[in-house]
């Protein structure tokens, strides 16, 4: 499975961005998805996920809230609509692909990672 996400940008606090990930899979709704995002310095922490057909959805935390996670299978695509952005969220975002029915939130959990796209929130 090959996946690239796209949509990063430099926006100030309190805006929105939506990432996009399209995978070339065409068995995609086979997969659950993941976003996953690594800050300078820091380790890669999960974001969020949702099973094979968009029915369970589960977030950290920090994002709670604020970041929903979905997709389109007839467009083998997945979405990560990021409102009430922090500087905090500032990092490098990945999407990433699993088998299985269970929702993974640690990276070793997937199979196929994206290229990564750079959201940095300005304060």
């Known amino acids: 499975v090959q996946l690239q996400a796209s949509g990063g940008g430099l926006v100030q606090a309190g805006s929105s961005l939506r990432l996009s990930c399209t995978a070339s899979e065409r068995t995609f709704s086979n997969y659950r998805m993941g976003w996953f995002r690594q800050a300078p310095g820091k380790e890669r922490e999960f974001v969020a996920a949702i099973n094979w057909n968009g029915g369970s959805t589960y977030y950290a935390d920090s994002v709670k809230g604020r970041f929903t996670i979905s997709r389109d299978n007839a467009k083998n695509m997945v979405y990560l609509q990021m409102n009430s952005l922090k500087p905090e969220d500032t990092a490098v975002y990945y999407c990433?692909?699993?088998?299985?029915?269970?929702?993974?939130?640690?990276?070793?959990?997937?199979?196929?990672w994206g290229q990564g796209t750079l959201v940095t929130v300005s304060s």
């Open positions: 990433a692909a699993g088998l299985g029915l269970h929702i993974g939130v640690r990276p070793y959990e997937y199979n196929y």
